[in-house]
Each structure stands twice: as C-alpha cells, then as structure tokens.
C-alpha cells in the first residue's frame, strides 16, 4: 500500500461515513450469519424428521410382519431389504453395509446375537426407548441414526439411517454460508469504500468552500449537487444563512454610511450656532447667544430624529425581530393615533374623521407600525392643505388590511410617487418645509417588513387639489401568495371607501 493510499484508508477510518457502514455491515454479516444459521439448522431438523418418519414407519412395518407370518417371514424381509442373498442363514457378513435401501437393518435374538441385517454386532448405546429414534455409533466408526423395537419372544429388531449424507450435506452447507459471508463481507467493504470516498469528497468540497467565505470570498456558497441528499440539504441551507448575513451585512453599512452621511449637515450646523452664541456671549449680546443655542439645540434634535428614523428603517429593512412578533390589533392602534393627532390637526383648522373597521389583528411589530401610521400622519399634517378632514381608515378588504391617510392638499404626481417612497426624497426643493424626507421611506419599509406595500394615489382625482391617499396595505395572516406579488406601481384595488361603522374622534 502506498503512502497517499495509506493516508487516505486512515483519513477515511476517521470519517463518520466510514463508521456507519462499519456499524452497518457487522450488523448485516451478523444478521446474514443469524439467517443461514437459521437456514442450515431448519434444514438439518426437516431432514431428522423424515429419518425418523421413516424409521418409525419401517420397524412398524416389519413388527406386523412378525406378529402376522411369524420369524421367518420377518428373516427373509430383512434380508431382502439388507441385500443379502435369499434364504442364507445367520449374520450376512457379506452384505454391503448401507446398501439395498440403503438403510441398517439387525434382528437378533434375546441374546443379542445376530440373526440377520446389515450389522455384525449390536450397537453399543442401542437400547430400546420411548423417545423414539436416537443416533449410535457403529463398530466401523459411523454414526447412525436408529429405531429399535421389542419383539414378541425376546427379539430385538433395529432399524436404522447413515448419518454420512447428513454429515456431508452440512458441511456443504457451511462450506456455502462460509463462502457467502465472505462475499457479503468484501462486497460491503468495497461499497463502503466508495460511499466513504463519495461523501468524503462532498465534505472537502463544503470546506474549501467554507476556508474560502471565511478568506473574504463572501460571494462563494457551498456547492450543491442536485440530488436533493442530506449533503443539499445542509448546503442549501448554510447558504440560505450566507444570503441573510450578506444582507444584513449590506444593510448595517448602508445605515452606517447615511447616518454618517445624514448627521455631518445637522451636526454642522450646530456647531455653527454654538459658535455664534459663543461670539454673541463675547460681545454682550445676550438675546443673540440664547438664539444661537436654540438653533443648536434645534439641529441636535433634528439630528437625533434623522438618526431614530435611520436605525428605524434599517431595523425594518433587516426584517429582525420576526420571531418577537405579537398578534396586533390594528383597529385599536388607529384610533389611538387618531385620537393623539386630533389636537394637532384641529388647530390646522383640519379635522380628524375615522373610519374604523373593529377586531382587525394580525401578528406584527407594533412599535413599528405605530411608527409608520403616526409618520403618514405627520406628512399629511405637514404638507396638506385647506380646513379638509383627513380619512383614517383600517378595513379588511379580501386578502389585505388596509390602513388609509386622504388629505386634500396638493398631492403628488404620478410620476413622483415612486420617487417619494426613498430616503430623503422632497417634492418642496427649497425645503421650506421642516423634514427630513424619511417619513415614506420609514413607512414603506416597515410595510415591506410585514409582506406588505405602501400604495399613493389622489384622494380627488381630476380636481385641481387632488390630495394624497397612502394606503399601508398588510396581507391578512395566511393570505394567498399571489397578493403578495403585487406592487406599489400596480395598485391592488380602487382606494378603500369602507363603511362608517365606528365614528373616531371629530371637531
């Protein structure tokens, strides 16, 4: 054997492939050596039966035969069935062992001398029994199987088999079982050979896949065969978690790189402020200095918002937390916010009306679709227009939970409102508006979050203000998959107009 050879049998020796087809064969040698055992033994047992059906027919035949025609009747029969010549008086010294019938046949007299058969002398061990057939050993060295009968008068009569064609069939027997194991036992090494080196080769494949996501190759994936084997199996799903830590990976840097991004302007200009108020403090200008700080305090909470809203949206994006998810009650948590923002949006001169459908729950985060619902809230609190009631609606409509915000203020083009949804996105392009341009994106991606879409049309279409309407579309728990498919671009339905089965709070 040569040394990769060597190393390669102890390689495999340490494999556990290698030791569950060492498990499995020694328990199939075993089990195969257990069957043919069986086999051998059911055999031999059939074959004593016979012998001894046979025998147990003959003497009962011949001791009719005595008992009917008397001795030499009974003489001559056993001297045709021994092969002896007819009519020879006496012990038949002659005779071929074994021949005629090929059984042992001895009749001799109370005194244990012979009289005729195949026998010179009476079997030591060959006593007459109730047990039937017992095996004993001849002068010449055979064993035989033998049935001895009382006779009338004293005689004894016994009849028997040679044991020497049983002998031989069980040698063959376990010649054959020998020569059977061991071909059961090369054939399983060699299949368990191949198996340990088909499997062997699939794991080093899985590893140096492995060393090499673990060198930077993040793009690598553990190979996958096709033939749907526990080895796939694993594959597909170590590389399902390769996919998800590549997002989220993906995700942490993008947040990382646009809080970086989005702070360095508030930040800037607090500092800005905070110079000016110093300045301001060194010149005696006290209201001025107030001033600076406020406008510093101001871009710090406005940084500390930017911030919120971007972890909040990389939060959703990175879709954890799913396992933390609770039944929540959508209805109640629209008419909470609706009854927060009444006071803001009455003082707008814009009333609050709610539409609320009762006992819509579905498993969710409610934190975040709090925070997404108050966000489409504060848009249309901020970029709506005019003493028009804003439409807070929660329906279940088919396979989708409808939350619905309809302002009457300008509305959004068409062609923006794919544009709106992203970060920072401002239709007002001086920002004379406060915001940060996150509160649709915010929104938008806690809806994807939930399987859902975040769907805007016009409140008013063909009017000059059309308005806004956002609907956060959820797909009810277990809805079919093909809703889910739909886009905000496609939008699933006409804009909800449900019922007024529950009046919110109202001016």
């Known amino acids: 054997m040569t040394a990769d050879a060597a190393g390669l049998f102890r390689h495999l020796r340490r494999t556990s492939a290698a030791r569950i087809v060492a498990m499995y064969l020694a328990v199939f040698v075993a089990s195969t050596g257990i069957v043919l055992g069986a086999v051998t033994w059911a055999a031999l047992t059939l074959i004593d039966q016979q012998i001894d059906q046979t025998l147990d027919a003959e003497v009962r035949g011949l001791a009719e035969q005595y008992r009917i025609e008397g001795l030499g009747r009974l003489i001559e029969v056993v001297r045709a069935r021994s092969g002896a010549p007819r009519g020879r008086p006496g012990p038949n010294p002659g005779a071929t062992p074994g021949m005629g019938l090929g059984g042992i046949y001895l009749l001799a007299a109370p005194d244990g001398v012979p009289i005729e058969g195949t026998l010179d002398a009476w079997p030591r061990a060959a006593e007459v029994t109730a047990d039937g057939a017992i095996d004993a050993e001849l002068a010449d060295g055979r064993t035989a199987r033998v049935r001895v009968y009382q006779l009338a008068g004293g005689f004894r009569l016994l009849v028997g088999r040679d044991l020497a064609e049983r002998a031989r069939f069980r040698e063959l027997v376990t010649e054959a079982s020998a020569w059977s194991m061991g071909l059961v036992l090369l054939l399983g090494l060699y299949g368990g050979w191949i198996l340990a080196r088909r499997s062997l080769a699939r794991v080093d494949a899985m590893a140096q896949a492995a060393r090499r996501i673990m060198a930077g190759d993040m793009e690598k994936r553990l190979p996958v065969a096709g033939s749907g084997d526990e080895y796939d199996r694993l594959a597909d799903a170590v590389n399902a978690m390769l996919d998800e830590i590549a997002r989220l990976m993906t995700a942490s840097r993008l947040a990382s790189d646009a809080m970086a991004h989005d702070l360095r302007g508030p930040l800037a200009r607090a500092r800005v402020s905070a110079e000016e108020a110093a300045a301001a403090v060194a010149r005696g200008e006290g209201a001025a200095a107030r001033a600076g700080l406020d406008e510093a305090v101001a871009e710090i909470d406005r940084g500390i918002q930017t911030f919120e809203a971007l972890t909040t949206i990389a939060r959703a994006e990175s879709g954890a937390g799913r396992t933390a998810w609770a039944p929540v009650d959508i209805s109640a948590l629209v008419a909470e916010l609706a009854e927060i923002y009444e006071l803001p949006f009455e003082d707008e001169g814009r009333p609050v009306t709610s539409l609320l459908t009762p006992d819509i729950t579905r498993p969710g985060d409610r934190a975040l679709l709090q925070r997404a619902v108050a966000n489409l809230l504060e848009n249309s609190l901020k970029h709506g227009a005019g003493p028009v009631a804003i439409r807070l609606a929660a329906e279940a409509n088919g396979d989708w939970i409808v939350i619905r915000v309809e302002d009457r203020g300008a509305g959004v083009p068409a062609a923006e409102r794919a544009r709106v949804v992203e970060r920072y996105a401002r239709l007002d392009p001086a920002r004379?508006?406060?915001?940060?341009?996150?509160?649709?994106?915010?929104?938008?991606?806690?809806?994807?979050?939930?399987?859902?879409?975040?769907?805007?049309?016009?409140?008013?279409?063909?009017?000059?203000?059309?308005?806004?309407?956002?609907?956060?579309?959820?797909?009810?728990?277990?809805?079919?998959?093909?809703?889910?498919?739909?886009?905000?671009?496609?939008?699933?339905?006409?804009?909800?107009?449900?019922?007024?089965?529950?009046?919110?709070?109202?001016?």
């Open 432 to 507: 004379s508006r406060p915001g940060s341009g996150l509160g649709l994106a915010l929104a938008d991606a806690v809806a994807r979050l939930h399987g859902g879409r975040l769907v805007l049309s016009d409140t008013a279409p063909g009017e000059p203000m059309p308005g806004l309407a956002v609907e956060l579309r959820l797909p009810r728990e277990g809805a079919a998959p093909r809703a889910l498919d739909q886009t905000p671009e496609a939008p699933l339905s006409a804009p909800v107009r449900p019922a007024p089965l529950r009046p919110g709070p109202s001016a």
